[in-house]
């Protein structure tokens, strides 16, 4: 066995349970620890890169063997191996015939210590099953592993106590179930309900917890893969997910036909504070099957203030029929974060109607509303730092419930939609950063906020260029602000858009109108929209193609004359001049 290397001591949301389904982890108890500020509790999170452990178990899952110390093994068999004055037994479970499923438990429910777990080697059947107390934590350490699971997760952490993994060299995790079928001690029981059943778990990921869960890799770095066609990736199920750091690639399908749902699924919350993370995602949308694949996923309904915060790393999310983010709050104050999403509904949201099998095989009929948008939170979005691009056929950020916020007080954000770019059925604030937004048509607007509600810009510091479908534009233009401001209904193409010596970009879609805000301009002061012109300055994003400050050259122009004064709606401006030379002032 390869020596463990020194680490760091540093989709519908709510699952649906029947009387033939039994959740393989229904007896376990809730963990205790902090709650958010609505009283809603929240699971006690591992200690991550400060996790320590008096008592170590190393499985080598090449050999099935396992030690306490690195020096004496003892093959995994059916019977019970014990450690620690029997407080950590070690076995494989057994199927209704007594023959070994393959897989492997870890028995630490009576645990009076921290436990650190050991895995190396690699397994091509069964996968690990480690049962914890609410009273100590687990860190799991992965070193070089890799596990093909058979009707079971992965790596299965039950009971609701918290835990660590952390991450060496590179770890693979290939989920064996299928969604669709019933897994579980009760699944043969309604065999006839499913595309399938059999004995195993339906526990809700390929690396599972119930309670909270924090990832980080080791010295030397460490990754780890995830493919699964049954639930989530990776998993907390009433807890908080925490990525600490390494680099994590992640999909929900193993091939066209078998797909999973979600990325990363927090029951309370998601956090990334570092690290990588990719996910690559397919939706389904068809009369026999109905199901979404969102990037990151929390449970809105039990956690109805559950969130997503994202403090630092890179995100890459890619998805179709689903959501980059869909939680009721999601908070960005850093990282580089790019969400992509596209879907059979085009632009606008669509009820489709048919019948399906969830997730375990329990039949369904009715309906299921998509809206395939980059980044949903319910009650409240906020952007105070970081780089966010954003891509969607439907709305590229959403508030979606009546009176929640938007807020952008700094970083860079480009959004670019076929709903709109910016929608909240409650204020929009803007205080600080770049926001760009390129909006087509469809009846929709570049900003919008809900009725009876508003849309301020305000401080000094913000920069605000958006440019779409002139129908609804006068939702785009803020009812007061504390910056110049210009805009035009009679702004229309496809080609870049830019200002003179303040901000330009290369792609939009085609657009009708256009406005921007920022303190570069001059009250009072004649500005000019330039239309197809040569760009340069600096490029601010190369992925978006937005030049900060920019220079344009040629192009046709639009004039506008700069104001402080709140929008009512009407144009601004609208003579469009020839070819000419630098547009602006």
Same mark, same amino acid.
Request: aromatic share 8%; hydrophobic share 30%.
């Given at each position: ?11 519908? %949301? ?180 499913? $595309? ?286 504390? $910056? ?59 992925? %978006? ?41």
């Amino acid at each position: 066995m390869k020596k463990a290397k020194k680490f760091l001591t540093l989709i519908a %949301a709510s699952f649906f349970i029947t009387a033939c389904v039994v959740e393989d982890d229904s007896s376990d108890s809730s963990s205790s620890g902090t709650s958010l500020s609505d009283g809603t509790s929240i699971s006690a999170t591992a200690s991550g890169s400060d996790f320590s452990a008096p008592n170590k178990i190393y499985i080598d899952l090449d050999n099935a063997k396992v030690s306490s110390d690195e020096t004496t093994w003892s093959e995994i068999t059916t019977t019970s191996i014990d450690f620690f004055d029997e407080t950590v037994k070690v076995k494989y479970t057994e199927d209704d015939s007594g023959n070994s499923t393959g897989l492997i438990r870890v028995d630490a429910v009576d645990s009076t210590e921290n436990l650190a777990i050991y895995l190396s080697g690699s397994q091509t059947s069964g996968g690990v099953k480690i049962q914890t107390s609410t009273s100590y934590e687990i860190g799991l350490y992965l070193d070089s592993v890799s596990i093909t699971s058979t009707n079971y997760p992965c790596i299965d952490i039950t009971k609701g106590g918290s835990a660590t993994v952390f991450l060496s060299g590179t770890n693979t995790l290939i989920d064996g179930r299928k969604y669709g079928y019933g897994y579980g001690d009760s699944a043969s029981s309604c065999a006839s309900e499913r $595309i399938g059943s059999a004995e195993g778990s339906d526990s809700k990921g390929t690396l599972y917890c119930k309670g909270g869960l924090t990832i980080v890799e080791s010295d030397d770095g460490g990754s780890l893969s995830v493919t699964q066609a049954y639930k989530n990736c990776i998993a907390s199920k009433d807890g908080l997910l925490t990525i600490e750091s390494g680099t994590l690639t992640l999909k929900n399908y193993t091939s066209s036909s078998e797909t999973g749902k979600n990325g990363l699924f927090g029951g309370q919350g998601i956090v990334v504070n570092d690290g990588s993370i990719t996910f690559n995602g397919y939706g389904i949308v068809s009369t026999s099957d109905l199901r979404k694949a969102n990037g990151f996923k929390t449970d809105d309904e039990d956690y109805p203030s559950s969130y997503v915060k994202i403090n630092g790393g890179t995100v890459n999310v890619t998805t179709y029929n689903g959501k980059g983010i869909n939680a009721p709050v999601v908070a960005i104050s850093g990282g580089t974060n790019t969400f992509t999403v596209t879907g059979t509904t085009s632009y606008s949201e669509s009820t489709k109607s048919g019948s399906w099998y969830d997730a375990d095989g329990v039949k369904e009929t009715g309906t299921v509303k998509f809206a395939p948008e980059g980044i949903e939170g319910a009650s409240s979005i906020t952007i105070s730092g970081g780089s966010t691009v954003v891509s969607a056929p439907d709305d590229g950020i959403n508030v979606s419930n009546s009176g929640g916020s938007l807020s952008i007080s700094g970083g860079f954000l480009y959004v670019k939609a076929q709903g709109d770019g910016l929608d909240s059925n409650g204020n929009i604030t803007i205080s600080g950063g770049v926001t760009v937004v390129s909006q087509t048509g469809n009846g929709n607007s570049p900003i919008d906020c809900g009725d009876n509600y508003k849309f301020t810009v305000t401080g000094t510091s913000a920069t605000v260029f958006a440019m779409g479908g002139s129908s609804m534009f006068s939702e785009s233009i803020p009812s007061s602000t504390t $910056i110049p401001m210009i805009y035009s209904t009679s702004c229309s193409g496809s080609s870049s858009l830019g200002v003179n010596e303040i901000i330009a970009l290369a792609s939009p879609q085609s657009y009708g109108a256009a406005i921007l805000v920022s303190p570069r301009l001059t009250s009072g002061s004649s500005y000019s929209f330039v239309k197809g012109g040569t760009l340069g300055g600096t490029v601010y994003n190369s992925d %978006a193609g937005v030049y900060f400050p920019a220079t344009v050259s040629g192009g046709t122009s639009v004039s506008c004359t700069a104001t402080t004064q709140g929008g009512s709606g009407s144009s601004m401006g609208g003579s469009s001049g020839g070819s000419s030379g630098p547009g602006g002032r």
